[in-house]
C-alpha cells in the first residue's frame, strides 16, 4: 500500500538542454519497464519513449506529458529531442531496435517513405482518434490505404514578410516575377536587405517550394523526375535555378549567404533589417519573441506573370506521430497519441507553440496564428520538396540552389544533379 501511495504521488519532470546535441526531457517518476509491455497492476509503471526534433516546442510539452501522466498514472514519457539535420539521418536507426521512439515524428516526404518501407509504422488506421483529425490533412500520413502517421502542424513554407516595412514603404504584395523583382528593388534601395535567405541549412529547400510552384504546375512532377519523364534539365527547372540566381546576383540576399544559417536570418528579420524571410510560418511564433513589436504577414513569390499564376503559396502538414512497430508498448504509445489528439490539448499545443494544428475544432488566439488562417482559404500547393521520395534525390536539388547562388551557371547545376537523379532512376 505505501509503494502504491508512493508511486502515485511522485511527479519529476526533466529539464531539456537547448543544444546542438541530443536532449531529454523526463516528465513523470521513473519505473523498471516490464518485460512484457504492458502494466499489469497499479504499482507498475511504464516509460515510454518519445523522440522529435522540435527543440522550441519543448516547454509546451513538458506541460502536456505532465497532463498525461496525472491522467496516466501508470505511464510516464521520456522525451528526447534531437537536431533536425541529425533527426532527418538518424532517425530509422533509432527506431530499429525498438527501445527507442515508441512515438516518433517524423517528416513527410522522404523520410517517411524510408520508415514506411523498412515496416517501422504501427497500423493506426482503426483507432478512434483518426476521427479527431481533419481528414483532408492527415494523407500524408497514409500508405497504401493504412494510416501510418498524423500530421500534427499545418504549415505554410513560404516567406515570412514584415507588414511595418511594407506599409512604411507602400509596398503591394507582388502578384508577378517582375512586381516581385520590383518589391526587392524598392526594399534594397532604402536601405533593408530585401530577404533574409538561410542558405546554410533550411532556406534552399524552404524557398524552392514556392519558386517552383507555379513554373511547373504539375503536383506528379517529382515522381515523373525520380521515375526518368521529366529532368531537372528540362527549362521549368533551370528557369527556377535562373531565379534564384538572379536574386542572388542583384544581392536581394544578404551578404554571405550560404553561410548563414535559420537562426541568424531569423535574427536579422526579427531586428527589422530584413523585410522578408524565406523560411515559413512555422517561425512566426519565435520571430514574435525575439521582437514583441514585429507584425507579420506570409506571401510567395509568384515566378510567372499574374495572368499565368496557377498557387498563391505552399501548405505542409508534418510533425507526423507515429507508434514504433518494434515497441514493447504499443498501447501506451498509441494512448500518448489520443492524448495529443484531443482538442484542447491539441489547442494547448498551438497556441503556445505558434504552429496551426491538423486537430479538428482548435481555436487560435495569437496574431501569427490568425494570419496564418486566413491561407486555408487561398490556393496552396502541398509542400513539392516532400514529394522527393529518394533522399539522394531531395540532396542533390537542395544542392542545386545552393550551386547557382554561390555563382554556378543553372545549366550546369541542374546538369550535375540530374545526374545523381539518373543512378536512382526507378525502373
Known amino acids: 500500500m505505501k509503494q502504491m ?31 512484457t509491455g504492458e502494466a499489469k497492476k497499479s504499482e507498475s509503471k511504464v516509460k515510454i519513449s518519445f523522440i522529435h526534433w522540435r527543440g522550441e516546442d519543448k516547454k509546451v510539452f513538458e506541460e502536456l506529458i505532465a497532463d498525461f501522466n496525472k491522467a496516466n498514472p501508470n505511464i510516464s514519457v521520456e522525451m528526447n529531442i534531437f537536431p533536425s ?3 532527418l539521418a538518424n532517425a530509422q536507426a533509432k527506431l530499429l531496435d525498438g527501445s527507442s521512439g515508441d512515438v516518433f515524428a517524423s517528416f513527410p516526404g522522404a523520410q517517411f517513405e524510408t520508415i514506411s518501407k523498412s515496416n517501422l509504422y504501427e497500423d493506426l488506421s482503426k483507432e478512434s482518434f483518426v476521427s479527431n483529425y481533419n481528414d483532408n490533412l492527415i494523407q500524408a500520413g497514409k500508405k497504401d490505404g493504412k494510416q501510418f502517421a498524423f500530421p500534427y502542424q499545418l504549415v505554410y513554407n513560404q516567406p515570412i514578410y ?25 526594399l534594397k534601395s532604402n536601405g533593408y536587405v530585401p530577404i533574409a535567405f538561410p542558405g546554410q541549412d533550411i532556406g534552399p529547400g524552404q524557398f524552392v517550394n514556392s519558386m517552383m510552384m507555379n513554373n511547373n504546375t504539375d503536383e506528379d512532377i517529382w515522381s515523373k523526375v525520380e521515375s526518368g519523364q521529366a529532368k531537372l534539365t528540362d527549362e521549368w527547372f533551370v528557369k527556377t535555378l535562373s531565379q534564384f540566381k538572379e536574386l542572388a546576383d542583384k544581392g536581394y540576399f544578404q551578404k554571405d549567404s550560404l553561410g548563414t544559417n535559420k537562426d541568424i536570418a531569423g535574427s536579422l528579420f526579427a531586428q ?39 498557387f498563391e503559396g505552399i501548405h505542409t502538414t508534418t510533425f507526423m506521430l507515429g507508434v514504433n512497430a518494434k515497441s514493447k508498448y504499443k498501447e501506451e504509445a498509441k494512448k500518448f497519441i489520443e492524448f495529443l489528439s484531443q482538442k484542447e490539448n491539441a489547442e494547448k499545443y498551438a497556441n503556445q507553440t505558434g504552429q496551426m494544428v491538423t486537430v479538428k475544432g482548435v481555436q487560435y488566439n495569437t496574431p501569427e496564428l490568425k494570419e496564418s488562417a486566413t491561407w486555408m482559404d487561398k490556393k496552396t500547393r502541398f509542400h513539392p520538396r516532400y514529394l522527393i521520395s529518394n533522399s539522394q534525390n531531395e540532396k542533390a536539388v537542395v544542392a542545386s540552389i545552393q550551386a547557382v547562388v554561390g555563382g554556378k551557371s543553372p545549366e550546369q547545376a541542374a546538369k550535375e544533379a540530374q545526374a545523381i537523379i539518373d543512378q536512382n532512376v526507378k525502373k
Not at 511527479?11 to 523526463?26: D, E, F, P
Not at 512555422?282 to 525575439?290: A, F, H, I, R, V
Request: aromatic content about 6%; overall charge positive; some cysteine.
Open 272 to 310: 527589422e533589417k530584413a523585410a522578408m524571410l524565406a523560411t515559413g510560418s512555422y517561425m512566426m511564433s519565435s520571430n514574435k519573441q525575439l521582437n514583441p513589436n514585429l507584425v507579420q504577414g506570409l506571401l510567395a513569390p509568384i515566378t510567372v506573370s499574374a495572368d499565368k499564376a496557377v
Open 85 to 87: 539535420e541529425s533527426y
Open 5 to 35: 501511495m508512493k508511486w502515485a504521488s511522485v511527479l519529476l519532470v526533466g529539464t531539456v538542454a537547448i543544444t546542438g546535441c541530443a536532449q531529454t526531457n523526463k516528465a513523470g517518476s521513473e519505473a523498471q519497464n516490464t518485460n
Open 162 to 186: 514584415n507588414k511595418a516595412i511594407f506599409e512604411k514603404l507602400k509596398l503591394q504584395i507582388p502578384k508577378s516575377w517582375d512586381e516581385f523583382l520590383q518589391v526587392c528593388e524598392t
